[in-house]
């Protein structure tokens, strides 16, 4: 994990926005951050969420 940041970083000069949506799969989380270094995004989880669940996540009533 600690390689693919640094990766992430090298590339778009910020770490992947991880709030912990997939700490409970670690591989999935890591193969969802390589699949967005190739597309040229910047992961950033909060962009998965609806914008009711961003309010709330905003609010810290939303944990993961």
Known sequence: MKE???E???VFEVEPY???MYWS???YLCDLIWEFIDKGVPY???KQ???DELKAYN???LKF
């Open 49 to 51: 969420l609806t914008k």
């Open 25 to 27: 799969n670690q591989e």
């Open 18 to 20: 991880i709030i912990g």
């Open 8 to 10: 992430h970083i090298k």
């Open 44 to 46: 950033d989880e909060r």
């Open 59 to 61: 609010d810290g009533l």
């Open 4 to 6: 693919l940041i640094e």
